[in-house]
């Protein structure tokens, strides 16, 4: 299994799990998982609405690609920790990371 932590809009800490050689992004596997992601433009990096913090586990993700860095460039509030959940996938490189959901 994956597990990875979740900071709910209340400020909420929960774990989530997610069964290994799942293919899903990490929005697919929020929204699954009942957390309010918006994702207007189904995961193609277009809309921006599905951004999160990743407080702990950035290093050991692929960086952004040009169509997630074009998008983040575009959004008002980032950091170097912000991210598109639609482009981060599920897989072992996020197995304890904590993503945060309270964002702007």
């Given at each position: 299994?994956?597990?990875?932590?979740?900071?709910?809009?209340?400020?909420?800490?929960?774990?989530?799990?997610?069964?290994?050689?799942?293919?899903?992004?990490?929005?697919?596997?929020?929204?699954?998982?009942?957390?309010?992601?918006?994702?207007?433009?189904?995961?193609?990096?277009?809309?921006?609405?599905?951004?999160?913090?990743v407080e702990m586990?950035?290093?050991?993700?692929?960086?952004?690609?040009y169509a997630e860095?074009?998008?983040?460039?575009?959004?008002?509030?980032?950091?170097?920790?912000?991210?598109?959940?639609?482009?981060?996938?599920?897989?072992?490189?996020?197995?304890?990371?904590?993503?945060?959901?309270?964002?702007?």
């Amino acid at each position: 299994m994956i597990t990875f932590d979740v900071i709910d809009s209340a400020g909420e800490i929960k774990s989530v799990k997610i069964p290994e050689g799942i293919n899903l992004s990490l929005m697919e596997a929020l929204r699954a998982s009942d957390y309010p992601v918006i994702a207007t433009c189904a995961g193609m990096a277009l809309c921006g609405t599905c951004i999160v913090e990743v407080e702990m586990g950035v290093e050991k993700m692929h960086s952004p690609n040009y169509a997630e860095l074009g998008m983040l460039d575009s959004l008002p509030i980032v950091t170097p920790l912000t991210r598109l959940s639609c482009q981060i996938n599920i897989s072992k490189n996020i197995n304890g990371a904590v993503f945060n959901l309270q964002i702007g």
